[in-house]
Nanobody, 123 residues
Framework: QVQLVESGGGLVQAGGSLRLSCAAS????????MAWFRQAPGKEREFVSA???????FYADSVKGRFTISRDNAKNTAYLQMNSLKPEDTAGYFC?????????????????WGQGTQVTVPS
């Protein structure tokens, strides 16, 4: 059974940092493309960042230069380091995984999803 479990969310002041983790089980993690999406109340889920099995990375313009995605295949875990956080980064953050190709920024590309972790940056 495939399971993705996010952790690391919380409340942080503007300008602060958080590191999110996504622990995967039930998959051959090293062959999976991983991604992070976020969803604020009343808004659609939006792409944040992705990392391919090959290690290639992609970022939404809104987080480029502030967020860094990485993976540790030995630990079956993907990470999202978030620096210089802003109030507009407040959202539920979701980890996603796929073993297939596809558009990295499209939610439809990903077969497996975690339950999400909340990030709150007060204004």
């Amino acid at each position: 059974q495939v399971q993705l479990v996010e952790s690391g969310g919380g409340l942080v002041q503007a300008g602060g940092s958080l590191r999110l983790s996504c622990a995967a089980s039930g998959v051959t993690f090293r062959v999976y493309n991983m991604a992070w999406f976020r969803q604020a109340p009343g808004k659609e889920r939006e792409f944040v960042s992705a990392i391919r099995s090959s290690g290639g990375t992609f970022y939404a313009d809104s987080v480029k230069g502030r967020f860094t995605i990485s993976r540790d295949n030995a630990k079956n875990t993907a990470y999202l380091q978030m620096n210089s956080l802003k109030p507009e980064d407040t959202a539920g953050y979701f980890c996603a995984a796929t073993s297939l190709g596809g558009t990295y920024s499209d939610t439809k590309t990903y077969r497996y999803w975690g339950q999400g972790t909340q990030v709150t940056v007060p204004s």
